[in-house]
Nanobody, 125 residues
């Protein structure tokens, strides 16, 4: 059975850092586009970052550009999201998702067939 399991969430003060992990099982993660999508309180889902199959291209939403870094460890079959300079508005449930991502100059969209269970990130003083 194909699965994605997120970990690494927690509570930090504004300005702090966290690294989220998305561990894939049942399939080879590097063969797929993988995204991090967050759902904040009272707002719709936001595609914050994605890494294309093969690891060549990445996408970041304007809201996280320069602060978040997505990467992949093919040997461990894990996708990471390094989050620095966290802001209260980054508070959300973060999901990783498998599926095709289309990146354009205007932004990115994804069509997903597999989701993890989510990990909570809270940036608050």
């Amino acid at each position: 059975e194909d699965q994605l399991v997120e970990s690494g969430g927690g509570m930090v003060q504004p300005g702090g850092s966290l690294t989220l992990s998305c561990a894939a099982s049942g399939f080879i993660c590097s063969s797929y586009d993988v995204s991090w999508v967050r759902q904040g309180p009272g707002v719709g889902p936001e595609l914050v970052s994605a890494i294309v199959a093969g690891g060549g291209s990445t996408y970041y939403a304007d809201s996280v550009k320069g602060r978040f870094t997505i990467s992949r460890d093919n040997a461990k079959n894990i996708v990471y999201l390094q989050m620095n300079s966290l802001k209260p508005e980054d508070t959300a449930l973060y999901y990783c998702a498998r599926g095709e991502v289309v990146i354009t100059p205007q932004g990115a969209t994804g069509e997903y067939d597999l989701w993890g269970q989510g990990t909570q990130v809270t940036a608050s003083s």
